[in-house]
């Protein structure tokens, strides 16, 4: 038995064919190969050849390649993307043959239209919404278009031509260009025109001046239309004006901050479309089943993309993509949703789009419907390719459930379906709610009541919008119990401290409501916050000083994955050429990516997850990229530079150097360069500044690193750079003992790589050299009692760094062995660390290897308290000394034994 023709299924298309029979070979022809390939002027002009006018020839042409798609599409030979591509092209094409005539015709008759300002010509930018504008328009859909021209003036009017404002002129074209496209003619239209997304809708005027444009979107600019912008694309206009557009759009559309409020917004609006799609199926019962914008629809996929470009695309400029498809795999791609989430939403979208393109190839008609009766959905069944009526009925339930789940999943409202045992607490009286406290497991509920109740009533939260107040005291009832909860898990702190640290991060951000918004929207952040203030103050105040980290607590991968530094230069650097001339933002984004890796770091480490080596290992290295990436952005940043990459190194001395980086360490370090220009020296010198600047320089996301040069040649008094040539003179011939010892944990952290090569065979020479034992001992001695005097410890604990068997006993014990015995034993100069270089010299004999185990676990055990003091929020590392008594005894033994 044959199988039925799918192309008869298709009224329109039959329709078209019988209406002229030569057509049949005409469109085989053209589906020979993919539409979207083919020249679209080619086809045009042999539209045209006969000498049919423009308006009639675009209509054939449209009549043709529609049909053509239809052939290939319910054939099995195009897929979605050839569909799409195909009907955008087209629109993108009429809009432009239309464009360019109606404009020549009004120019000859009135002058071309010419700026006040620019005194330029100016042209108008028709600018593609909606799907169009994403690259995605349906094959019998309406285009959405708005107009909009650069400046005001008025036509340069010639003998013969009567004058018009700029405006007219415009208005004029635009209804013009309207009349081209979507006048119904014998031969049809070509595309139906819908201008209700511009400024005021239909009650604004058909066109608006760019300075017009930017007054509404200020002033008066919707919710809703900064999704409907997101999609705006110029189909016509100069690049000049369109970057213009651009600058004007971008701010209104993304924001600089993550804007947690948006999914509110699209709740609303989604709520709405909701409700008038239920209205016209009471009133046509026969409109059910919308695959558009019916629940799990379409839409709702688009939503779901949309939303993440509304609240990160003003911090990732990839996120600004206008198609639905490639924002969900980029949302893959950057860890967003996850990827199997996100292939099923791409399935869904594909049959939805693919169903809904049947339904339309019917008869050529806007619909979105399922039809009523039963042979008109089986009919539209065998068009899907599936054997009966159920089978689609089954795959579209399947789609639309899934769809439904995921966008409830981010878009139900949480703040309905949260359930808190603390819902009634009393904020405005302290004894009562010092009760509840108690009841809940509070320790000191009395003072952690009136801490709460003081923090309620202090001026800056009452002063907040009413609706942030109510989701302010709705996060604070779901706090308390989670709160109590950690505290009976965990006996690092009380219930009362993490409430007070919950309550400073609160006042903190009580202004900002997309912060609020996040946590409502996605409680169980709420919940890991409380987890990290619980465990840590200096966490709680770092997330108070930079609150959009609570970003990074969306994604439970936060505690899992090792930082892959290569990924993030990469993706850093983007956003850094990106901002390329806007320095103040180059400096906040590399401010944010660093608060960002340093919160995940953090949240491993609070999780127990990073042994003290392991955090100190990817803090250096963290700090190194950023040192490379600041060099070159800095670099970049000067305007005379004589090569495209400097001939410059920094070298990192200290911490950074011994790879032993904290959370808040400054960075020791000097800088070289090797080059022979004339206007070398200065011009490293400024880039040796301008790093600096950049580094320090307080923005509104902070600092990167505090930097200390004292290191350098000379110190203070020497220069901020130097040759690698000088470098080596001054420490083979001037520089004093405590300058080698620092040289023994200095490294090549970044910038030109030969010259770090350089550095370390200086560094490896000086090391090795031959020194009188005697000399040696009594400049580190001398050394060590300066440090002594100048950090005296005049109460009863013990300092972990500075006292007398502490950290830097054990550094000047490593610094001295190494000077010592290098020139013997070469492998010494390796910068492999403390605790290595105490293993080395205890298995070399140079001194008792049980004893060099045991100051090697001293600086181990110091390291890791004076850690974890740290994380209390404390500076000075201080601790009862019977805690560490045996650390200490090794330590000053094994002073004693070199040194006295």
């Given at each position: 038995m044959?199988?039925?023709?799918?192309?008869?299924?298709?009224?329109?298309?039959?329709?078209?064919?019988?209406?002229?029979?030569?057509?049949?070979?005409?469109v085989?022809?053209?589906?020979?190969?993919?539409?979207?390939?083919?020249?679209?002027?080619?086809?045009?002009?042999?539209?045209q050849?006969?000498?049919?006018?423009?308006p009639?020839?675009?209509?054939?042409?449209r009549?043709?390649?529609?049909?053509?798609?239809?052939?290939?599409?319910?054939?099995?030979?195009?897929?979605?993307?050839e569909?799409?591509?195909?009907?955008?092209?087209?629109?993108?094409?009429a809009?432009?043959r239309?464009?360019?005539?109606?404009?020549?015709?009004?120019?000859?008759?009135?002058?071309?239209?010419t700026?006040?300002?620019?005194?330029?010509?100016?042209?108008?930018?028709?600018?593609?919404?909606?799907?169009?504008?994403?690259?995605?328009?349906?094959?019998?859909?309406?285009?959405?278009?708005?107009?909009?021209?650069?400046?005001?003036?008025?036509?340069?009017?010639?003998?013969?031509?009567?004058?018009?404002?700029?405006?007219?002129?415009?208005?004029?074209?635009?209804?013009?260009?309207?009349?081209?496209?979507?006048?119904i003619?014998?031969?049809?239209?070509?595309?139906?025109?819908?201008?209700?997304?511009?400024?005021?809708?239909?009650?604004g005027?058909?066109?608006?001046?760019?300075?017009?444009?930017?007054?509404y979107?200020?002033?008066?600019?919707?919710?809703?239309e900064?999704?409907a912008?997101?999609?705006?694309?110029?189909?016509?206009?100069?690049?000049?004006?369109?970057?213009?557009?651009?600058a004007?759009?971008?701010?209104?559309?993304?924001?600089?901050?993550?804007?947690?409020?948006?999914?509110?917004?699209?709740?609303?609006?989604?709520?709405?479309?909701?409700?008038?799609?239920?209205?016209?199926?009471?009133?046509?019962?026969?409109?059910?089943?919308?695959v558009?914008?019916?629940?799990?629809?379409?839409?709702?996929?688009?939503?779901?993309?949309q939303?993440?470009?509304?609240?990160?695309g003003?911090?990732?400029?990839?996120?600004?993509?206008?198609?639905?498809?490639?924002?969900?795999v980029?949302?893959?791609?950057?860890?967003?949703?996850?990827?199997?989430v996100?292939?099923?939403?791409?399935e869904?979208?594909?049959?939805?789009r693919?169903?809904?393109?049947?339904?339309?190839y019917?008869d050529d008609?806007?619909?979105?419907?399922?039809?009523?009766?039963a042979d008109?959905?089986?009919?539209?069944?065998?068009?899907?390719?599936?054997?009966?009526?159920e089978?689609?009925?089954?795959?579209l339930e399947?789609?639309?459930?899934?769809?439904?789940?995921?966008f409830?999943?981010?878009?139900?409202d949480?703040?309905?379906?949260?359930?808190?045992?603390a819902?009634?607490?009393?904020?405005?009286?302290?004894?009562?709610?010092?009760?509840?406290?108690a009841?809940?497991g509070?320790?000191?509920?009395?003072?952690?009541?009136q801490?709460?109740?003081?923090?309620?009533?202090?001026p800056?939260?009452?002063?907040?919008?009413?609706?942030?107040?109510?989701?302010?005291?709705?996060?604070?009832?779901?706090?308390l119990?989670?709160?109590?909860a950690?505290?009976?898990?965990?006996?690092?702190?009380?219930?009362?401290?993490?409430?007070?640290?919950?309550?400073?991060f609160?006042?903190?951000?009580?202004?900002?409501?997309?912060?609020?918004?996040l946590?409502?929207?996605?409680?169980?952040?709420?919940?890991?916050?409380?987890?990290?203030?619980?465990?840590s103050a200096?966490a709680?105040?770092?997330?108070?000083q930079h609150?959009?980290?609570?970003?990074?607590?969306?994604?439970a991968?936060?505690?899992q994955?090792?930082?892959?530094?290569?990924?993030?230069?990469?993706?850093?650097?983007?956003?850094l050429?990106?901002?390329?001339?806007?320095?103040e933002r180059q400096?906040?984004?590399?401010?944010?990516?660093?608060?960002?890796?340093?919160?995940?770091?953090?949240?491993?480490?609070l999780?127990?997850?990073?042994?003290?080596?392991?955090?100190?290992?990817?803090?250096?290295?963290?700090?190194?990229?950023?040192?490379?990436?600041?060099v070159?952005?800095?670099?970049r940043?000067?305007?005379k530079?004589?090569?495209?990459?400097?001939?410059?190194?920094?070298?990192?001395?200290?911490k950074?150097?011994?790879?032993e980086?904290?959370?808040?360490?400054?960075?020791?370090?000097?800088?070289l360069y090797?080059?022979?220009?004339?206007?070398?020296?200065a011009?490293?010198?400024?880039?040796?500044?301008?790093?600096?600047?950049?580094?320090?320089?307080?923005?509104?996301?902070?600092?990167?690193?505090?930097?200390?040069?004292?290191?350098?040649?000379d110190?203070?008094s020497g220069?901020?750079?130097?040759?690698?040539?000088?470098?080596?003179?001054?420490?083979?011939?001037?520089?004093w003992?405590?300058?080698?010892?620092?040289?023994?944990?200095a490294r090549f952290?970044?910038?030109?790589?030969?010259?770090?090569?350089?550095?370390?065979q200086?560094?490896?020479?000086?090391?090795?050299q031959?020194?009188?034992?005697?000399?040696?001992?009594?400049?580190?001695?001398?050394?060590?009692?300066?440090?002594?005097d100048?950090?005296?410890?005049?109460?009863?604990q013990?300092?972990?760094?500075?006292?007398?068997?502490?950290?830097?006993?054990?550094?000047?014990?490593?610094?001295?062995?190494?000077?010592?015995?290098a020139?013997?034993?070469?492998?010494?100069?390796?910068?492999?660390?403390?605790?290595?270089?105490?293993?080395a010299?205890?298995e070399l004999?140079?001194?008792?290897?049980?004893?060099?185990?045991?100051?090697?676990?001293?600086?181990?055990a110091?390291?890791?308290l004076?850690?974890?003091?740290?994380?209390?929020?404390?500076?000075?590392?201080?601790?009862?000394?019977?805690?560490?008594?045996?650390?200490?005894?090794?330590?000053?033994l094994?002073?004693q034994?070199?040194?006295?």
């Open positions: 044959t199988a039925p023709d799918p192309l008869l299924a298709s009224r329109f298309y039959q329709r078209w064919l019988a209406a002229d029979p030569a057509r049949a070979d005409q085989a022809t053209l589906c020979e190969r993919p539409l979207h390939t083919h020249d679209l002027d080619a086809l045009l002009a042999a539209e050849a006969g000498g049919l006018p423009l009639r020839a675009l209509r054939r042409l009549n043709l390649l529609i049909c053509g798609l239809i052939r290939r599409d319910l054939l099995g030979q195009a897929d979605l993307d569909v799409l591509a195909t009907t955008t092209a087209l629109a993108d094409f809009i432009a239309s464009y360019a005539s109606a404009y020549a015709e009004l120019a000859a008759t009135h002058g071309l239209p700026g006040h300002e620019s005194g330029s010509v100016q042209e108008l930018l028709v600018l593609a919404m909606g799907k169009q504008g994403g690259g995605e328009l349906n094959v019998s859909s309406d285009i959405d278009l708005i107009f909009v021209y650069p400046e005001d003036g008025d036509t340069a009017a010639g003998p013969g031509q009567r004058g018009l404002s700029n405006h007219e002129f415009f208005t004029r074209l635009g209804k013009r260009l309207i009349a081209a496209l979507s006048e003619t014998e031969d049809g239209y070509v595309f139906r025109v819908d201008m209700a997304l511009r400024p005021n809708g239909a009650s005027p058909l066109v608006a001046s760019l300075a017009m444009v930017e007054e979107l200020i002033v008066q600019g919707r919710e809703w900064r999704y912008w997101l999609k705006a694309r110029a189909v016509t206009g100069k690049p000049i004006d369109i970057a213009a557009l651009d004007i759009v971008r701010p209104f559309c993304f924001r600089r901050y993550l804007d947690f409020g948006v999914i509110e917004s699209i709740r609303t609006m989604h709520a709405q479309i909701r409700a008038e799609v239920k209205r016209q199926e009471r009133l046509h019962p026969e409109r059910s089943n919308n558009k914008l019916g629940r799990g629809g379409i839409r709702e996929i688009e939503f779901l993309a939303v993440f470009q509304l609240i990160r003003g911090r990732d400029p990839a996120l600004r993509e206008r198609s639905t498809r490639r924002t969900l980029l949302l893959g791609e950057k860890g967003l949703l996850a990827p199997e996100v292939e099923r939403l791409l869904a979208y594909r049959f939805l693919n169903l809904e393109h049947r339904l339309q019917r008609a806007q619909t979105h419907s399922l039809p009523p009766s008109e959905q089986a009919i539209v069944a065998a068009m899907m390719g599936l054997p009966d009526t089978s689609l009925l089954a795959r399947a789609a639309r459930s899934y769809v439904a789940a995921q409830d999943a981010i878009f139900a949480k703040a309905e379906d949260s359930d808190s045992s819902d009634d607490a009393d904020l405005a009286s302290s004894e009562t709610l010092a009760i509840q406290l009841g809940l509070f320790d000191q509920p009395a003072e952690a009541a801490r709460l109740v003081a923090s309620w009533q202090a800056r939260l009452q002063a907040m919008p009413e609706a942030s107040r109510q989701r302010l005291q709705s996060l604070i009832n779901q706090a119990p989670l709160i109590a950690r505290a009976r898990q965990s006996h690092l702190g009380s219930a009362a401290a993490t409430l007070g640290r919950l309550l400073d609160f006042e903190s951000i009580a202004r900002r409501a997309a912060y609020l918004s946590l409502t929207e996605y409680p169980h952040t709420l919940e890991r916050v409380i987890a990290m203030m619980h465990a200096w709680a105040t770092f997330l108070s609150p959009i980290l609570l970003d990074e607590l969306l994604d991968r936060v505690r994955a090792a930082p892959d530094l290569g990924a993030f230069a990469a993706e850093v650097q983007g956003q050429d990106g901002a390329d001339g806007d320095t400096m906040d984004i590399l401010r944010e990516a660093h608060h960002a890796q340093l919160f995940r770091l953090l949240a491993q480490d999780a127990g997850e990073l042994s003290i080596e392991r955090l100190a290992d990817h803090l250096s290295a963290l700090a190194d990229t950023l040192v490379a990436l600041v070159r952005a800095a670099w940043s000067i305007p530079r004589h090569r495209e990459e400097p001939r410059f190194a920094v070298i990192a001395y200290g950074l150097g011994g790879k980086l904290g959370y808040v360490s400054d960075l020791d370090v000097i800088f090797d080059d022979d220009d004339q206007d070398a020296p011009l490293y010198a400024r880039l040796a500044q301008r790093f600096i600047t950049w580094m320090t320089c307080p923005t509104s996301a902070g600092i990167l690193f505090d930097i200390d040069t004292a290191l350098r040649p110190g203070a220069m901020l750079v130097s040759t690698v040539a000088s470098f080596e003179k001054y420490q083979q011939q001037s520089a003992v405590w300058e080698h010892q620092a040289l023994t944990r952290c970044a910038g030109d790589s030969a010259i770090g090569a350089r550095f370390e200086i560094r490896d020479s000086v090391l090795r031959v020194r009188e034992p005697a000399a040696l001992r009594d400049a580190v001695l001398s050394m060590r009692q300066k440090m002594h100048a950090q005296p410890n005049r109460g009863a013990f300092d972990l760094k500075q006292d007398a068997g502490g950290m830097i006993d054990i550094e000047f014990i490593v610094q001295y062995l190494v000077l010592r015995y020139s013997t034993y070469p492998q010494l100069t390796a910068n492999a660390g403390n605790i290595a270089l105490l293993h010299c205890g004999g140079l001194i008792d290897a049980t004893l060099a185990r045991s100051v090697a676990d001293a600086y181990r110091y390291r890791k004076q850690h974890a003091v740290r994380l209390q929020g404390q500076d000075a590392a201080r601790i009862d000394p019977d805690q560490v008594i045996k650390h200490t005894d090794a330590v000053r094994l002073w034994i070199l040194f006295e």
